[in-house]
Nanobody, 122 residues
Framework: QVQLVESGGGLVQPGGSLRLSCAASGSILSINAMGWYRQAAVKQRELVAAITMGGSTNYADSVKGRFSISRDNAKNTVYLQMNSLKPEDTAVYYC????????????????WGQGTQVTVSS
């Protein structure tokens, strides 16, 4: 009844930029924190960036100064602007959101998208 769908991944050269989007749809009352995680081959999933409903953000040290997270609450969408990309940024990127559902008992449930591949290579 709630879906998160990412878009914007692809192949980019080192130093390039990509913008990821994640749109939530379904029976949604509100979305608290939203974030982006990534998982590279043979590595654990790690937090990239997160943003609260009020706009407070935090970032992994490895992406500070290069990535920027933002959201449009009216569209239930979160974005990740990725600049100065490096080969080590190659991973599947997942978005997540703490959704307050629109049906009784209006529970807060953590949802995940299906992931989008980002490959940084020359």
């Amino acid at each position: 009844q709630v879906q998160l769908v990412e878009s914007g991944g692809g192949l980019v050269q080192p130093g390039g930029s990509l913008r990821l989007s994640c749109a939530a749809s379904g029976s949604i009352l509100s979305i608290n924190a939203m974030g982006w995680y990534r998982q590279a081959a043979v590595k654990q999933r790690e937090l990239v960036a997160a943003i609260t409903m009020g706009g407070s953000t935090n970032y992994a040290d490895s992406v500070k100064g290069r990535f920027s997270i933002s959201r449009d609450n009216a569209k239930n969408t979160v974005y990740l602007q990725m600049n100065s990309l490096k080969p080590e940024d190659t991973a599947v990127y997942y978005c997540t959101g703490d959704v307050v559902t629109g049906w009784v008992p209006y529970a807060k449930i953590n949802y995940w998208g299906q992931g989008t591949q980002v490959t940084v290579s020359s």
